[in-house]
């Protein structure tokens, strides 16, 4: 297995030079590590004993207590990378009522609910409390977890600093602080609350900032928090692993709600992306009533209700989720074979981390993105910036390229809550407003033209009907 650590080139300008060659060097195997044999115990019981690049890369030097700035692409295991030198440092000691030791910081609810997952065992191995502290539930239980000592806070930084300002929490004793995720908290507006997070935890701690990318505010972070980090840049971008398939489909505009039905009936998961919380539900519905096992997600849901639907997911339940951006970054689901692309991104990044939900881990995924004719040339441009070289195909519901491209079959057309559509009820197979621009089938009617809308009306029906005989 390669570990390409690149030691002699640096971070930043080169008045700030960050010197890769005094990183320590890599390890072949978990056994190599300084680990507690309760955490090496534990790995070996998980059937782990080589670690991921991004893990042989950085163990070493997050263990010796250095500062680590990681880039590694979403999935790429950068959880333990981070996650078993934070416990295996706090092993032992002990925090006090609403002070923890050690301290993850992430964007969003599901992330930290995942991380919370990923590291229970190794923590519960060496006895250390961990709080999970997030947006969506109960602020007053979350103060209690710290009021009762918790050593390993694992928190979004909306929830940490509402904590902090009813005094709820206190992080002077925190000696090591991770932030995951760093490019999309910056992104989602959250870099002053990390900033007054950085400034609180103890000044001579250890601070680990691992992100997909290392740009901009992340820059900003890393020059005024990190002392002397070692760097480790080890996985390629999303658009350069060799185990995912990118795909552009070019669809008919009045076609493309069948053609995300076909897609959705698949045999195995799919993720779903749409741009809005309203798209999210109404093609939700509009799969339910076709038959398909869908279940929506977003930040309009309840945190129980986001937590009960990724789990139906993981485990079979949920074979198609309908997601916002939301869903882009830390949801990890073993087998997801396809990502699909219902609304193109406009930003590189959020093509990436989208894609990033597939092909993890070293796992093969596809990677498909629906676009009317109109938007094709701004696609290829996005792809570009983002260093993609996707297959280009047309394709309309029903011909056997789509099925080839991503499995897609005809739905049952047996409605899932048992409730066919009554005669004068709202029409469950009327197109969802998806794709970003289905504005342009207005347009083409001039959107106030009576029979070009009933002729739509029309045409669209036949389609649906088409659908429910598996035509």
């Known amino acids: 297995m390669n570990h390409p650590d690149h030691p002699g080139t640096s971070y930043g300008d080169p008045a700030r030079s960050v010197a890769l060659s005094s990183a320590v060097a890599p390890v072949a195997s978990f056994a190599d590590l300084e680990l507690p044999s309760a955490v090496l115990r534990t790995l070996t019981e998980r059937g782990l004993s080589e670690p991921f690049p991004i893990q042989a890369a950085t163990l070493p030097s997050a263990l010796a207590g250095s500062d680590v700035l990681g880039r590694g692409r979403t999935g790429s295991g950068k959880t333990l990378a981070f ?47 961990m709080a999970t502290v997030v947006g969506g539930m109960s602020i007053g239980r979350q103060a209690a977890a710290l009021r009762d000592g918790a050593e390993v806070v694992i928190a979004t930084p909306g929830r940490l600093h509402d904590l902090i300002e009813r005094k709820a929490c ?39 900032l691992f992100s997909a990318t290392l740009d901009r505010d992340v820059d900003q972070l890393v020059r005024r928090y990190l002392h002397d980090p070692v760097v480790h840049s080890v996985d390629p971008s999303a658009g350069a692993v060799t185990t995912m398939n990118h795909h552009v489909l070019v669809v008919h ?36 009533a076709s038959g398909v096992h869908a279940a929506a997600l977003h930040s309009g849901k309840s945190q129980p209700q986001r937590t009960r639907t990724l789990a139906q997911f993981k485990n079979g339940a949920i074979t198609v989720l309908v997601a916002t951006n939301v869903a882009a970054r830390g949801l990890h689901v073993d087998d997801l074979d396809l990502v699909v692309n219902v609304d193109p991104p406009t930003d590189p990044k959020d093509y990436v981390h989208r894609a990033g939900r597939t092909a993890r881990a070293g796992q093969s995924g596809s990677v498909v993105t629906l676009v009317l004719p109109g938007q094709r040339r701004d696609m290829s441009r996005l792809m570009t910036e983002a260093g993609i070289e996707p297959l280009i195909t047309k394709v309309r519901s029903g011909e056997a390229e789509l099925s080839r491209i991503t499995g897609a079959k005809a739905p049952s057309g047996t409605p899932l809550d048992g409730k066919p559509a009554a005669a004068g009820a709202k029409n469950t197979n009327a197109p969802f407003r998806g794709l ?9 009617t001039g959107g106030k033209s009576r029979k070009a809308t009933e002729a739509r009306k029309l045409a669209e029906a036949r389609q649906a009907a088409r659908i429910r005989r598996g035509s």
């Open 170 to 208: 206190r992080l002077e004793r925190v000696r090591i602080t991770v932030l995951d995720e760093a490019d999309q908290m910056c992104d989602m507006g959250f870099l002053p609350q990390v900033t007054q997070v950085l400034d609180q935890v103890h000044h001579d701690g250890q601070r680990m």
């Open 436 to 444: 970003g621009t289905s504005k342009d089938a207005t347009r083409r």
């Open 83 to 129: 996650g078993l030198p934070l416990l295996a440092r706090t092993a032992g000691r002990r925090a006090e009522p609403k002070q923890p030791l050690a301290l993850v910081l992430v964007p969003t609810r599901e992330l930290a609910i995942q991380v919370t997952e990923s590291l229970a065992p190794y923590a519960d191995a060496l006895r250390l409390r």
């Open 253 to 288: 505009g009045p076609d493309r709600y069948a053609v995300t039905t076909e897609i959705a009936a698949r045999d195995g998961r799919v993720l779903l992306f749409l741009d809005t919380k309203h798209a999210v539900d109404q093609l939700t519905r509009h799969l339910r």
